[in-house]
């Protein structure tokens, strides 16, 4: 029997293979220092939920076996993310976990699910999916984790977009907020995210393989479906936006977009340099820009979001953890409804975008079409649909333009930090909005 001091002494030991994930690609982080247990969850005699801390308080969640003598991180078919679906629905776990069951049923068997650049999920029976939240806050923190909020309303107010959520594991820290850990969701078989299916119909209408209407109507399927979720987030609470919240974001957009100038070299930062004090005056105008009402959004709202299943074709967004080049202060805060539409409306821009400079066997002007049709359908549709619904006011259009913008400053730090490449998408999307060729 494997006792909590052996468990602590093994994780010790293990070092930087603790952390190595299975996503392909997932970097391995570099713990400063040793990595100590702070926490674990026994799930049965020989699997382990570990929540590990280095030496500079930084914290991942960890799912380890017993192999042999030994412990190691599990990865699908170890039988740990199987066990913890199990244990949904088998009553309250001991302080400080939580288990939050929404449904179960029992299912056996695992596999690795695709790839994700922060977190790692495994299929359970092609059933459920367990996602390990890998990326833990640092100690001290006092921002809630949005995910197990977001979800938890939603599931509570009958939305049927998203996959059905199953259960939300969490730890209790004293004097810190919550740690999210795990979720668990249903598996939807055959689901393709919206980089796939989108840029799929992009393309398939470049090249005259499907019509105008089957290329857009996604979009507005999309609309509708984002303005139900704005509406039953905004059933679990609501506030308004105050003249320091306005200047707060004016702040940070205009520090992102700086840190995007310092940061992107090359004839993109050149461009970006010399768009700059356009880009600024615009993103000012978000200090004067305030009485607007703040719900819970997505916070990280683009067509990767958006899975595909089925057969005729439904829609389910997903992922609801946040901006990843956000701050956790921003992550936790209520935000504009806007937040999440311009996202999305610049998603399908960059949709465009990629099969252009993937594919030189596609006629650019029907491209060019496809992401203004499309553009344009899913703004119809969300704004109908939250008129529908009785919620018109939940869209501020005033701040539609300037986190636009927004958006493709932090594309451009995404980049920066995670995929080099992508600087084209942002490069190229500034050019149509601030009316420039390049």
């Not at 005699?45 to 570990?50: I, P, S, Y």
């Not at 088998?90 to 695709?114: C, D, H, I, K």
């Not at 995910?147 to 199953?166: E, N, Q, S, V, Y």
């Not at 400079?357 to 703004?379: K, L, Q, S």
Request: with cysteine; hydrophobic share 45%; glycine share 8%.
């Amino acid at each position: 029997m494997t006792t909590p001091g052996d468990l602590a002494d093994a994780i010790a030991s293990a070092g930087t293979d603790l952390l190595r994930s299975s996503v392909p690609a997932a970097a391995t982080p570099t713990p400063d220092g040793s990595l100590s247990l702070e926490a674990s969850l026994p799930l049965d005699g020989r699997r382990w939920v570990c929540v590990v801390a280095d030496d500079s308080g930084r914290r991942w969640t960890v799912p380890v076996v017993r192999d042999g003598s030994s412990v190691r991180r599990a990865q699908a078919g170890d039988g740990v993310a199987e066990a913890l679906v199990e244990r949904i629905g088998a009553g309250p776990l001991e302080q400080p976990f939580a288990l939050a069951s929404f449904t179960s049923r029992p299912v056996r068997g695992e596999r690795g699910m695709g790839v994700d650049q922060t977190n790692e999920s495994v299929v359970v029976g092609d059933a459920a999916v367990v996602k390990w939240c890998l990326h833990l806050a640092a100690r001290g923190n006092t921002a809630a984790p949005p995910a197990a909020r977001r979800l938890a309303a939603l599931a509570t107010a009958g939305f049927d977009g998203m996959p059905g959520l199953w259960g939300l594991l969490s730890l209790d820290v004293r004097a810190e907020a919550p740690l999210l850990l795990a979720n668990v969701t249903s598996y939807l078989p055959g689901a393709l995210d919206g980089w796939d299916w989108a840029t799929a119909d992009a393309r398939g209408y470049a090249r005259g393989e499907i019509d105008f209407d089957q290329a857009v109507a996604p979009a507005t399927a999309i609309g509708e479906l984002i303005a139900r979720m704005h509406v039953a987030l905004a059933a679990s609470g609501r506030s308004t936006a105050t003249a320091d919240d306005a200047r707060r974001w004016a702040s940070a957009a205009e520090r992102d977009l700086a840190t995007a100038v310092a940061r992107i070299d090359g004839p993109e930062g050149d461009r970006l340099a010399a768009s700059a004090s356009q880009i600024a005056a615009e993103l000012r105008e978000l200090s004067e820009l305030h009485a607007t009402p703040l719900i819970d959004i997505h916070g990280d709202l683009h067509v990767g979001q958006v899975l595909r299943h089925s057969d005729p074709p439904a829609y389910a967004i997903t992922d609801f953890d946040g901006n990843p080049v956000s701050r956790v202060d921003e992550h936790d805060d209520r935000q504009p409804a806007a937040l999440d539409v311009a996202g999305m409306a610049a998603s399908l821009d960059h949709v465009g975008r990629v099969v252009l400079r993937r594919g030189d066997d596609v006629d650019h002007g029907r491209v060019h079409t496809w992401i203004g049709a499309a553009e344009e359908a899913f703004m119809r549709s969300y704004r109908q649909t939250l008129g529908d619904m009785g919620a018109p006011d939940l869209l501020d259009e005033r701040l539609l333009r300037p986190l636009r913008l927004w958006q493709e400053c932090r594309e451009f730090l995404y980049a920066a930090e995670h995929l080099p490449h992508w600087r084209y998408v942002p490069d190229q999307s500034l050019a149509d909005l601030l009316g420039s060729a390049r």
